[in-house]
């Protein structure tokens, strides 16, 4: 429906929609300036009193003669809004949107259309570093639960006229600002084209989950894969980095993260610590993290797969061998690890921050040392399950170190029943799983390995130097 130039009309359309008088945070105020009524509707809690205090009073001083030289809406705001952040609607559905996205909505008689002015004062928490991507040395400030210092974060890191952020609104009770976020010449149009029509042809009630809810609705899901088909990151920096990649940056408000898009498997293997160091340090440190990774997945399987064969190894290696006997089948204590390892990180999570550190470690040495005593554990499985357990937080990904943790298991089990035929079998299974992985644009989960790419496929291999255009004039 259409807003009119009449008041009344336009304050009964608008009542009749919006829970006036039932709902407690959602208020109403009448003025009258110039000779003419006009009616305020603003959320509490959003409203920034100061900016309204003042923007009210100058319209209170205005004489009925300056107000009837304004022909319309349009005319008033350029004459008498000094505000800088303003809108004007006419379309009933925008301006209750405008409204519950927490902006003020005033209505004018005589006026057609309503006026939206930007008068938020979000409530947020401060923009301080990530707990999961720490650094060394570097920007200590993250994403915040509010898209717009988000978009002003990264803003404030690439000052190129070509970056452009869109807004679009998700969920039809919801309505959720997500915002594309992109340079408009180095994005590719095709996978820009894409990730655009997949967002803006959401059809859910809300995004409930923020990001995990719009991954869900972008990615088609396949039960059996567990690669994580998105990228996620709390870093301003690292958004900013993604973006003059090429690549394509969605937030959503109310999560303090990042969505890159798209993603490869070799994209979870860099970190910001990579180029926050000189080539060599920052290459031998993405070679440690990621070679100590991936061993994680086949140590155990691995280990389990020596000790069927211990007849087949030298004296020199019999140390790899079970140091006592085993109560319980091997295979059986690495699967029960697996689990209690998974128990201790929830515990942690749960407990409060002045005992969680405490009793996780408490509760690890404990565990270990009455598992060995009674007989359920060897002091060999504990060791290569600690080993994977702190090899595992290399990784800042939390979704693609459980991927690891599944593939570790399956390989496991395929190891135990069907000896190195099995451990052969499931490192390809594992491949073929990555391999028929798909990206929310279609691009091969392996690139730039599957369809080979050696320049960007170096990136990923090595930090390489940062390269400067010098002058020789200066």
């Known amino acids: 429906m259409i807003l009119t130039e009449k008041l009344t009309e336009n304050q009964a359309l608008l009542d009749e929609i919006l829970p006036v008088g039932k709902s407690t945070d959602l208020l109403v105020r009448n003025f009258n300036f110039g000779g003419r009524e006009g009616r305020l509707y603003y959320l509490d809690g959003f409203l920034n009193d100061i900016v309204m205090e003042r923007l009210v009073a100058q319209l209170i001083n205005l004489t009925p003669k300056a107000v009837n030289q304004a022909t319309d809406m349009q005319d008033f705001v350029d004459r008498f809004i000094t505000y800088t952040e303003v809108d004007i609607y006419t379309k009933t559905d925008d301006v209750i949107t405008q409204l519950l996205a927490g902006k003020s909505v005033f ?29 060394m040395r570097g920007s200590r400030d993250g994403f915040v639960e509010t898209v717009i210092f988000n978009t002003a974060l990264i803003r404030r ?10 807004m679009v609104n998700i969920g039809d009770r919801s309505r959720t600002d997500v915002a594309i976020v992109y340079i408009e010449d180095l994005a590719k149009p095709d996978e820009l084209a894409i990730i655009r029509n997949k967002v803006k042809g959401i059809k859910t009630q809300s995004l409930t989950l923020n990001l995990e809810s719009l991954a869900e609705c972008l990615v088609r899901s396949r039960w059996y894969n567990p690669f ?21 940056i969605l937030l959503v408000d109310n ?22 160091f000189p080539p060599l340090i920052g290459t031998y440190i993405r070679m440690i993290r990621n070679l100590i990774f991936f061993f994680t997945l086949v140590l155990s399987p691995l280990w389990l797969l020596t000790l069927e064969s211990m007849h087949m190894l030298p004296p020199q290696l019999h140390f790899l061998g079970l140091s006592e006997p085993a109560n319980v089948p091997v295979i059986w204590q690495l699967l029960m690890l697996e689990v209690a390892i998974d128990v201790l990180r929830l515990a942690s999570v749960n407990t409060p921050n002045m005992l969680g550190n405490s009793l996780s ?8 040392d009455f598992a060995v005593k009674s007989g ?12 994977i357990a702190i090899a595992s937080f290399t990784q800042p990904s939390i979704e693609f170190g459980y991927a690891f943790k599944f593939m570790r298991v399956l390989l496991l089990i395929l190891t135990y029943f069907f000896k190195l035929w099995g451990f052969i079998g ?49």
């Open 376 to 387: 359920w554990m060897v002091p060999d499985v504990i060791l290569y399950m600690s080993f």
């Open 255 to 276: 999560a303090p993260a990042a969505m890159v898009l798209p993603t490869s498997i070799l994209d979870f293997l860099q970190e910001p610590n990579d180029f926050y």
């Open 228 to 248: 994580p088909k998105v990228r996620y990151t709390e870093r301003p920096d690292s958004a900013a980095a993604a973006i003059l990649e090429g690549n394509i």
């Open 157 to 166: 890191r690439i000052r190129d006229p070509k970056l452009i952020v869109e």
């Open 107 to 135: 209505l004018i008689d005589g006026f057609k259309g309503a006026l939206i002015l930007d008068l938020r004062d979000y409530p947020m928490r401060s923009v301080s570093e990530p707990e999961k991507e720490r650094v």
């Open 361 to 368: 470690i408490i509760g690890a040495l404990l565990l270990g």
């Open 426 to 474: 499931g490192l390809i299974l594992i491949v073929i799983v990555m391999a028929t992985n798909k990206t929310v644009t279609g691009k091969g989960y392996l690139y730039p390995l599957i369809p080979f790419d050696w320049k960007a496929l170096k990136t990923h291999l090595y930090r390489s130097k940062i390269r400067a255009d010098f002058d020789s004039k200066k």
